[in-house]
């Protein structure tokens, strides 16, 4: 089965800086990609690229074996959803009204939603456990619901790739835990790829097929978790002593970081 995106030697750069070099990753159908790497390694950039909010100097990206570049911004709409790290409305909009926003790569000429729309809306929804949720203003609710409200937006553009943009950055343990089940749900019931930008790296190790670790604008590394998490790679990038080890229940890497006092004692001061 050929990959839903190739990316092929990607570069770009802001100004007279390079902020990615070289990159070079294939993104399966049905895959969640966790995209890992410090502060500054081009994580945010690279899904902006892959979204068509950028266009790059050189290399090749292609969405379903088409250049992403022969794309109409529309028609790349309504293949690539983007959630974005945070949203911010200016206008107290009905949670429904922000879902349904996702249809308007759908429209043409003529914005206005019909019955079919408002069907997909709600099914997305439905898909999201934030129907419940439709009447109220979208700056009434909690972080959890909020990101939840955003995938049913992204759903209901009804793209096959999904990017996420640090979704759980600003949750607690249990909505992040939640936000990760529902796309691993998703991409199981609605055959959907999956880019995830995530710091949560043990908890991200749990869900993805596979993770890409970025470094200093190139990729140091792609594999399966096992062979990405490991406390030499880790430690390497981010410059901070770790230990890995695997989580007793799931198998997967756990990552736990070391403070610098020497094996995690602290001292009285």
């Known amino acids: 089965m050929d990959p839903e995106l190739i990316l092929r030697g990607v570069f770009f750069r802001y100004e007279q800086h390079w902020c990615l070099r070289g990159i070079d990753f294939e993104l399966r159908k ?22 068509g909010v950028l266009k790059i100097p050189k290399g090749e990206i292609l969405l379903r074996n088409k250049p992403l570049s022969t794309y109409k911004r529309g028609d790349i709409a309504r293949q690539i959803a983007m959630v974005p790290q945070e949203s911010i409305f200016r206008f107290p909009f009905s949670v429904f009204e922000v879902v349904i926003m996702g249809r308007f790569p759908h429209l043409g000429l003529f914005p206005f939603e019909g019955k079919e729309d408002v069907k997909i809306a709600r099914q997305s929804m439905q898909l999201t456990h934030t129907l419940d949720l439709a009447k109220r ?16 937006r992204a759903l209901t553009q009804r793209a096959h790739i999904v990017l996420l943009d640090e979704p759980t950055s600003f949750l ?3 909505h992040k835990v939640e936000i990760f089940d529902l796309i691993s749900s998703l991409t199981l019931t609605q ?27 190139g990729v140091y590394k792609i594999g399966e978790p096992a062979e990405v998490i490991t406390a030499d790679i880790i430690s390497t990038v981010y410059e901070c002593p770790v230990l890995v080890d695997k989580n ?22």
Not at 30 to 51: A, C, F, Q, R, V
Not at 260 to 265: D, M, N, S
Request: aromatic content about 2%; proline content about 3%.
């Open 137 to 152: 203003s979208i700056n009434e609710l909690s972080g959890g619901e909020k990101q939840r409200v955003l995938i049913a």
């Open 30 to 51: 049905g895959e969640i990609l966790g995209l890992i790497g410090p502060n500054g390694s081009g994580k945010s950039t690279l899904l902006k690229i892959i979204d």
């Open 248 to 269: 007793p229940i799931s198998k997967t890497p756990r990552l736990t970081v070391l403070s610098r006092r020497g094996e995690g004692k602290r001292e009285m001061l």
């Open 172 to 174: 607690d343990i249990r």
């Open 191 to 217: 055959g959907l790829s999956v880019i995830i930008v995530s710091h949560d790296i043990s908890l991200a190790a749990q869900y993805c097929h596979r993770m890409l670790l970025l470094d200093k604008g």
